[in-house]
């Protein structure tokens, strides 16, 4: 019995260790990602401020075309040129009031990018933050949770020294596939597997002998002060004394 109890605790603090590496890759995956998140909206805030170079370029350009024209338009000598001139004034103002749409449309996506960048970044801090206090928990726990695994092992150890060889190698083989080797029997059951005990087993291991369940292969064992006390029988009603009806002898 206190074998097992210490390789269930062995398993769970076992369970624990390997728990720890799992939670902080989870950790610094998350971590990874809010860093692409940063470097993308980064990168689009760059984008945006590109494009709008490039449409500032482009608004000169066009400004500067109508310059041009207009000064053709003045040494015109027919109609026909100068509204030629004219139509190419018009257009040019035309791609103009374009070219400042699309510019206040990239500053209103510039504004959006900005503040999802400012989000990003606080969210990268936090779990940078938290990433750093995790890690330096770990280092803690996991010096903590060897010296803990060293004692049970220990102890384990001197434990297994106490078991019969043949009883310890059922325990082996059952509690290797089962996870406990042993279980208490109560009530005609195996608490393991809650399968029935034959009557003539019941007996035995009530007498103390160690045997093995039918079921489940582990070995059972009874401890009559866990056995459940029966209800005592509720008290009869006491019958009281017949009084004589009045006139009667």
């Given amino acids: ?37 940063v ?40 109609n026909e040129q100068f509204r030629a001139f004219q139509h190419e004034i018009s257009f040019a103002e035309e791609e103009i009031r374009g070219i400042e749409d699309r ?43 060897q010296s803990q695994l060293d004692e049970l092992t220990g102890r384990r150890a001197k434990e297994r020294a106490t078991v ?13 596939t089962r996870g406990t080797g042993i279980a208490r029997a109560q009530g005609h059951r195996c608490l393991g597997c809650h399968m029935f005990v034959r009557p003539q087993m019941w007996n035995q291991i009530r007498d103390g002998e160690v045997l093995t369940c039918e079921s489940c292969g582990r070995l059972l064992y009874y401890d009559p ?10 008290e009869k009603p006491k019958r009281g004394r017949r009084v004589p009806e009045a006139g009667i002898d």
């Fill in 103 to 145: 510019e206040l449309e990239s500053m209103e996506r510039s504004e959006q990018l900005a503040r999802k960048l400012k989000e990003a970044q606080t969210k990268l801090a936090d779990s940078a933050r938290v990433v750093e206090i995790e890690q330096e928990d770990a280092r803690l726990a996991s010096a903590e949770q």
């Fill in 225 to 234: 002060a866990l056995e459940p006390q029966p209800e005592p029988e509720p």
């Fill in 39 to 78: 470097e993308q909206a980064t990168k689009a805030l760059k984008d945006e401020e590109a494009l709008r170079r490039r449409l500032e370029s482009d608004l000169k350009d066009q400004q500067q075309k109508i310059a041009k024209f207009r000064d053709q338009s003045s040494s015109v000598k027919t």
């Fill in 164 to 176: 019969p060889e043949d009883l310890l190698r059922v325990y082996d083989r059952v509690s290797s």
């Fill in 1 to 37: 019995m206190r074998l097992q109890q210490i390789d269930g605790e062995t398993a769970q603090l076992r369970g624990e260790i390997a728990a720890l590496p799992k939670r902080l890759a989870s950790l610094e995956a998350r971590l990874e990602a809010e860093k692409k998140a």
